[in-house]
């Protein structure tokens, strides 16, 4: 299948010689800075190039950025709510064009590519409803004819850096909620998928020249790892919201915390689906795979490890393996494919690594991986779901592979279960398969899953975005989107107010001139 990039462009409105930084409606930037170049894993093509941001860019965003919040946070919420959903309705008529592009780009099935769009349309409808309810509570004060209530003020700038695996639905996440709350917004996004992330300026450029907004309240810097460092410093970014791996979550956690900003991290995750042998097994088998196999692996709620119980375990890998190997990988923009590539070669690399050492720690493979060779995966970039056995303790099954290599370890009761769930560093999301209640609600209670997500029948990728999503230990703690994870993108006030004609202390205190 041929990808006319070109076509995909012309009706984005996006020149070529747009491919660089931008603030607002505004592209620049130091011309004679290096480009960073948009590999598509699918055939292997240059996509596009893109200016990299200097610090003297960076800086002037941020100047841009600061004047814009003066302007923006004057601005009714509700009214606010009103532009993110003419955004959202933009975004509604591009969904075909950006998916696609979201699919050649980054490598995911063109279905997941739409998806992907799907996901910031619901967040801009969140955010609008959003809009009118960023409600603080009032409290009773201790002090005669006095009101105490609490509101919440807008941050300013808020940082957001993204992992390719979804180029646009997270910056959306962050943006939407952020652009309600009165913040302004400096995204830098993988330098993986520079050109979605060109593409979503556009959409939302437009909207906000449409509106008379003036240029600043969002941004895009194209960058590399210094400009994440930059960002992470700067004292004039007040929250960092960042997605990605646990290292770069520490680092940036950690210069952020440094300089005592607010950050929001949704680092790695080690997902287990629990298969108890109550479980529906047919059901669990679409789950499993598809939380295994979706996005070749390359989701952060990605299904990696699978605990069963021993009355169901040869049954259920047995399925397992029939259905792996009716698995057809090829180009993701033909809709008949179940998964696409690995985003680059040196994702390549770290599968085969991992399966390499999975193999010296003694894990057995029940379905081979490998690299895929041939005229349709030119790319270099196609590998194959595979399948171990393994035990929980391994190195690599404590580790986080970006690639789709499922671990298969045999339980014999539900605490054993749960204990290798929790028993490794991350904490993002969890499931169990069983028909039964009582094993349902232990796992969902304080005794079972330690995760931010612990579903029951439905497996472990594909949360929607009405939900609070993040996780805890080396996930990071984060939470984004829905439910009130707002509130990470807002300060709190408290305000008490004393309308009596005496000044008493709180706590009694008698301070008499
Ligand atoms: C991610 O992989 O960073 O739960 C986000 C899911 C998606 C979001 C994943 N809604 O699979």
Redesign the pocket.
């Known amino acids: 299948m041929r990808t006319d990039i070109q076509s995909i462009l012309n009706k984005l409105g996006i020149k070529a010689e747009n491919a660089a930084f931008s603030t607002g409606s505004i592209w620049g930037g130091d011309s004679n800075s290096k480009s960073i170049e948009s590999f598509s894993p699918v055939d292997g093509k240059i996509i596009a190039s893109a200016k990299v941001a200097t610090s003297a860019d960076y800086d002037a965003v941020v100047k841009k950025s600061q004047e814009a919040f003066n302007y923006w946070r004057t601005i009714p919420a509700p009214k606010r709510g009103d532009i993110v959903r003419q955004f959202g309705d933009a975004l509604r008529v591009n969904k075909d064009t950006l998916g696609t592009l979201v699919s050649y780009e980054m490598g995911k099935s063109l279905q997941e590519g739409f998806g992907e769009v799907q996901?910031m349309i619901d967040i801009c409808d969140f955010a609008v409803g959003l809009s009118r309810q960023l409600y603080g509570l009032t409290m009773h004060s201790e002090r005669p004819n006095h009101r105490m209530y609490e509101q919440w003020h807008p941050l300013g700038i808020v940082g957001i850096i993204s992992?390719f695996?979804?180029p646009v639905?997270?910056w959306s996440w962050n943006t939407a909620l952020a652009l309600v709350c009165g913040n302004v917004c400096i995204w830098k996004p993988s330098e993986k998928t520079p050109l979605t992330a060109v593409a979503c300026q556009h959409i939302i450029a437009k909207v906000f020249k449409e509106n008379d907004v003036p240029e600043g309240v969002c941004n895009l810097i194209v960058g590399d790892r210094e400009v994440g460092e930059l960002m992470a410093n700067d004292g004039r970014v007040a929250l960092i919201s960042a997605?990605g791996s646990t290292r770069m979550g520490k680092a940036v956690g950690a210069a952020v915390g440094a300089r005592l900003g607010k950050s929001l991290l949704?680092l790695g995750?080690n997902n287990a689906i629990i298969i108890s042998e109550h479980a529906d097994l047919d059901m669990s088998l679409i789950g499993a795979v598809f939380g295994a196999v979706?996005?070749a692996g390359?989701?952060?709620?990605?299904t990696r490890r699978l605990i069963i119980h021993e009355a169901v375990y040869d049954a259920f890998a047995a399925k397992l393996v029939k259905a792996y190997v009716q698995l057809r990988i090829g180009d993701p923009l033909d809709q008949n494919n179940h998964v696409g590539p690995l985003i680059d070669k040196d994702a390549v690399s770290s599968y085969l690594d991992s399966i390499e050492k999975c193999k010296d720690e003694g894990g057995k493979f029940l379905v081979e991986g490998g690299v895929l060779e041939g005229e349709a995966y030119t790319s270099g970039c196609y590998v194959k779901p595979c399948i171990a056995e393994v035990k929980n303790d391994f190195k690599i099954v404590q580790h986080e592979t970006f690639a789709p290599i499922l671990y298969l370890i045999k339980y014999k009761t539900l605490d054993e279960a749960i204990a290798l769930q929790n028993g490794v560093p991350q904490g993002l999301?969890s499931a169990i398969m069983t028909l039964n209640l009582r094993e349902a609600e232990q796992f969902l209670s304080f005794q079972g899953s330690d995760c931010g997500?612990a579903n029951v029948n439905i497996g472990?990728?594909?949360?929607?975005?009405g939900g609070a999503?993040g996780g805890e230990k080396e996930t990071g703690g984060g939470r984004e989107s829905g439910s009130d994870a707002w509130r990470a993108y807002m300060r709190r006030q408290t305000n008490t107010i004393n309308y009596s004609n005496t000044l008493p202390l709180a706590q009694g205190i008698k301070f008499d001139l």
């Open positions: 996901e992992a695996n979804f639905a997270v997605t949704e995750g979706g996005t390359q989701r952060c709620t990605s999301s997500i472990t990728s594909g949360a929607e975005i999503f």
